[in-house]
């Protein structure tokens, strides 16, 4: 069975709890890792410079972080159709758990992925709040 290593983890526990429970599910069925959790506003605003991110504010800037960045492992960026697996299977198992997710591939949670605008295939967020975060 995978688990997480303990840099992941330690990430990981930057998360609201529904997060946490949520992979530490998922990773019992599949292999991952966790890049960032929490995210301080500065750290956010160099992302933001570099255009690695849309907002200056993110779901990631609260503590605990309302946001985590997960990828399949071991990662390989040009496989985007691995990612997208992923993701429709993180999104089942939280509907399983009674979680509201907003991932990434689909920021407008209507289940179709054509008319996504701007794809962060690695975030997950706790759905509601904010709505227009990171589109
Ligand atoms: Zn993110």
Same mark, same amino acid.
């Given at each position: ?36 959790? #929490? ?11 570099? $255009? ?7 779901? #990631? ?26 993701? $429709? ?15 990434? $591939? ?22 509601? $709040? ?6």
């Amino acid at each position: 069975m995978p688990a997480f290593s303990k840099r992941s983890l330690a990430r990981l526990e930057t998360c609201h709890h529904h997060l946490v429970m949520l992979f530490l599910e998922v990773i019992k069925h599949f292999d991952c890792t966790i890049l960032c959790g #929490h995210r301080s506003e500065k750290e956010q605003k160099i992302l933001y410079e570099q $255009g690695k991110t849309k907002v200056l504010k993110s779901k #990631h800037n609260f503590l605990p972080s309302l946001a985590v960045d997960v990828a399949p492992y071991p990662i390989d960026w040009k496989n985007r159709d691995r990612f997208l697996f992923f993701g $429709g299977f993180v999104l089942g198992v939280a509907s399983q758990m009674g979680i509201k997710v907003r991932w990434g $591939g689909d920021w407008d949670m209507d289940m179709q992925l054509k008319d996504n605008k701007f794809d962060d295939l690695v975030h997950f967020e706790i759905a509601g $709040g904010f709505h227009d975060e990171e589109k």
